[in-house]
């Protein structure tokens, strides 16, 4: 699924998506996606890529757990969450085409007057990473003296570094630090598993205070 290829013919699966590529010529291969379809003269490899679930254009991406976490004072929770990703179809750094997998959802966070639209998915937070196309690896931290609880992590992921190995993509790492009542989550930039391949340089982006 995710990875390079060679510009011949084939057929490649993308989660609900299928890609055609068919040899016009000894030089040209016709790309084809649903209605989407390119001319390329051949020329190095075809990259499939995951990339950051912006949607129209959101900055932030909203994981709500099917079950709030209690974590107990100076203590530490790691798990996972199933997390939407969208795909770019890349020449080299030339983006061809760009799609999402599976259904769009979004959501108001904050308030009507002064929130934001975010990217938004609902998921459980599993204590072993799941098997589905999109994972975010959560660890959450209460470094604070008093129980605390948590039912959603908000994050930046605008420009955002993915990670990926042939068949899952996977979002940096995320921390999540309980030290007061507003969650701070910091997108580390750092893979979440050793042995996966960074879809561009490695960054973290500025720490994001969760206030509603």
Known sequence: MFGEYDLKTRFI????????????????????RDEVKRIIKKSG??????????????????????????IPPKDTISG???????VDVKL?????????????????????????????????????????????KI????PSKEWKIVDRVVFPIKDSVMFFNAEKAYYPLLIVTLKTDTPEVNNTGKP????????KEALSLPNFLMRW
């Open 80 to 86: 996972y969450a199933e997390a939407p990703v969208e």
């Open 13 to 32: 699966r993308v989660f609900d998506k299928k890609i055609h590529l068919t040899e016009e010529t000894e030089d040209i291969v016709v790309y084809r």
């Open 139 to 142: 660890v959450i931290s209460n």
């Open 92 to 136: 080299g750094k030339l983006t061809i085409d760009h799609f999402i997998l599976g259904k769009e959802k979004y959501a108001l966070y904050g308030t009507v007057d002064v929130g934001v639209i975010t990217r938004y998915h609902k998921s459980p937070f599993y204590l072993k990473e799941p098997e589905s196309v999109g994972i975010a």
């Open 192 to 199: 979440p598993e050793e042995n996966l391949i960074p879809t």
């Open 45 to 70: 490899k075809l990259k499939i890529l995951p990339s950051p679930a912006i949607g129209y254009g959101v900055k932030l991406l909203m994981i709500r757990f099917d079950e709030p976490i209690a």
